[in-house]
């Protein structure tokens, strides 16, 4: 195999134009039922289009509750702008296996190079585009670490849409450069809590020192999509509609190694809300649900956030406020303060439903945590071999790719490990420098901590 | 030609497998006669490879002194490297196009998708291929904006030699993160001036406050590979070398052009040291000096440090503290000091001797200066129609192509035009935010200041 590339690129005709709909396949698995849908959290009754169209996008909440079409076609305007950065690469990781000494071989689906830094911008600019078939004037949004919020900001400055981001306080002082880059593509940025919004002005103040989090700054986004003409709310991950998205990244991937001759042992993703994984294991899981051979699937979490690793399974809210409808997910409980000491993303509450109940019913095989100068001391050997400098969230899949191939190093078996390196950390560097100067810590939550957390599941009589 | 791709990748395959001395070129055209050699600063006799050894790696002086091998083979362990990150996209300006409405058909050869962030680390791993072959132990530097400081420890930690830099100190104060980068590849960074070296300790005597400039910190560099076991310096641009490491991205370019059955009219790209344009327009050149049809060429340089536009064409030193050998090249000075108001790169004092040559005898066909403000304003139509944010070097010959696009709308002008896109602007967000919130300013030096930098130029009887 020495021969084969190091990037194999796709040509620009080869694009998807097709987004692959996983929620089809696992009904069908499932004996043509759907699984556990969206409640509204008055009525606690499924929820319709018509409960969602206030909040986001007419086209977007037909695609949340899409379970029927297996493939939605992916419109020309779209494919155009997605010609600008895609097909992505699909790496080989030479310099990393022969500084592993491993059998194994390693391919990577590269997502950072375009200006938003990472796999978002595949989403961001699908909203965008529905925002503006629908003739809306703008958006909200909420941002942890920043990635989504510059995608968002660049698919709205492409489509002219005004954009008001909510940034978690802690990233937008941590990170000054994040808000620039969301300010050069046009959009507006407020630090989450804000006193712009009521909920965010109670949480002001229950706590005028917040910090903020994902759950608050989504309360916020929302509050501020329903109170605001014209306007809708977008969000980057844990969506069904955003991991449809995301499936241009897994059909990428998968037709890239099938041009190699190539198809993965083992595909291996890190998992915050799920859209990446989501999207690069969705067309090998139509493998596993249709009966086809299939990748063993591995999902890594932080272990100071360890959502499947440690959660329930259960209805919960998407954020703190408890605004948004029920998803039935694995969950720490919407009330469930992340460590501080987290560096990057990764840390939400909860795990987008389709990966849940692929966990739940054994098709994604694996959720793996890991802890995180483990992960930053993976993230350095790769940028050193591999030339790339990770975010830190996908230096969580190369921390398990590695092991992996150590173990193949070990038993002598070639296999075929793909990962997804969702983006670069140059947005991360204070991360790095606590690496660096030693100042980076562990932290695993407590069994207490936990249940803190858990109590803020809501007990749903009759339904869990 | 909208059927043109919007980026076309060679294959690896198709890597430049040797790099072009277009040296020899220019003396072909001479008549055989090579041009104004460098001088050594004490005997100002012409340079030799016994001479450079002390400071260059062995092999390096003698590339720099080469005017005779029209083609140098590009080691395969370097080729090896290069298909890490190479060949570099060439991108169809689709999107910019349509927004300026041109019958032009815009390109533009991208160099910002490697971690390093710019074309920097084309030459920058050649230097330290070269330094492992020779055995040595380790290496200095020095870096201004960074992004070669950034290059060199990527390169450096690939062959694991030793890396010092020294960081002009008002980048290692306002850029933390450029610092964090080059010790996550393990480099050590010194701001310069420091107290690490002889003439830095002159220069921190006469002004504590120094808040450094380029041509310092290449006077420490050197000072500390002349007086450490093992060590030699390395340079980011002007010189012989690095041009002929850069030509890579012209002969991909025209590889790639030829491709689409296309050929520049106008080449344009940003001229600092000359890097990046020197290897940009390298085998057009070569066409222009065979008396084949060849583009018009432009460099482009801020109106703040206007080398080629208001300097001198003269012998003079490469750094400051007047210990490396003299050049003949535009110059405004060793002693010149650019604004302090300047964001970005491009504030060398000289240009490489190369570019200087051309310049002088007419091959090279233009230099324009351009303010900053219009700079930045070219950076953000293009970062929200393109998709990336330019580093702000980059951003000046966006510039000049926007302009020169928009020339062509009037005069319906179907010309086909090239620029360098050296790298992106993760790392030049401040200077974005100056330009966002209002407070960039424009500068342009008055008579009064050049005839200070000329000052510094040195008289040599005979010579000049």
């Known amino acids: 195999m020495k021969e084969t590339p190091y990037k194999t690129y796709l040509e620009e005709s080869e694009l998807p134009q097709v987004y692959y709909n996983v929620r089809a396949d696992m009904r069908e698995a499932a004996g043509g039922q759907d699984h556990a849908p969206m409640l509204h959290p008055g009525t606690l009754q499924p929820v319709t289009v018509a409960d969602m169209e206030p909040i986001f996008c007419t086209e977007l909440a037909k695609q949340e509750l899409n379970t029927e079409d297996r493939y939605i076609d992916i419109p020309g305007e779209l494919i155009d702008f997605y010609r600008m950065y895609r097909p992505s690469p699909l790496i080989r990781a030479h310099f990393l296996e022969r500084l592993l000494d491993t059998p194994a071989r ?35 949004t909420e941002t942890g670490a920043g990635q989504w919020g510059t995608a968002m900001s660049m698919a709205a400055a492409y489509f002219g849409l005004d954009l008001e981001v909510f940034m978690v306080k802690v990233s937008y002082e941590q990170k000054p450069y994040r808000k620039t880059v969301m300010q050069t593509y046009g959009a507006s940025v407020v630090p989450s809590p804000s006193a712009t919004t009521e909920i965010g002005r109670q949480m002001l103040a229950e706590n005028p020192e917040s910090s903020g989090s994902l759950g608050n700054a989504i309360s916020e986004a929302v509050e501020k999509a329903l109170t605001k003409e014209g306007y809708r709310y977008v969000l980057g991950s844990v969506l069904n509609q955003v991991l449809l998205h995301q499936s241009i990244i897994g059909l990428e991937a998968k037709a890239a190694m099938e041009k190699l001759g190539e198809y993965p042992d083992i595909v291996i993703g890190c998992a915050g809300g799920g859209s990446n994984l989501g999207g690069l294991m969705a067309p090998f899981m139509q493998d596993r649900l249709t009966g086809k051979p299939a990748p063993y699937f591995i999902a890594v979490e932080p272990a100071s956030c360890p959502t499947m690793t440690r959660g329930r399974f259960a209805y919960d809210f998407c954020d703190t406020g408890r605004v948004t409808p029920l998803a039935k997910m694995y969950t720490l409980g919407n009330g469930y303060i992340p460590s501080a000491n987290h560096a990057g993303g990764l840390r939400y509450h909860g795990m987008s439903p389709i990966l849940s109940q692929l966990y739940h019913d054994g098709f994604l095989d694996e959720a793996r945590a890991v802890e995180q100068t483990s992960v930053f001391e993976a993230a350095i050997q790769f940028s050193r071999t591999e030339g790339t400098l990770p975010a830190p969230e996908s230096a969580h899949a190369i921390r398990a790719a590695i092991d992996e191939a150590i173990k193949c190093r070990e038993t002598g078996e070639e296999k075929v490990i793909l990962f997804g390196c969702t983006g670069n950390g140059y947005f991360d560097l204070s991360a790095y420098e606590q690496h660096i100067n030693g100042s980076m810590t562990d932290y695993i939550p407590t069994d207490e901590d936990l249940l803190r957390g858990f109590a803020s599941i809501p007990s749903l009589a009759g339904i869990q």
Request: net charge positive; proline share 0%; glycine share 14%.
């Open 106 to 140: 390693i391919y990577y689906k590269y997502e950072g190079n375009n200006t938003s830094g990472s796999h978002k911008l595949n989403s961001a600019i699908a909203q965008g585009y529905y925002a503006k078939l629908q003739g809306l004037k703008g958006l909200t």
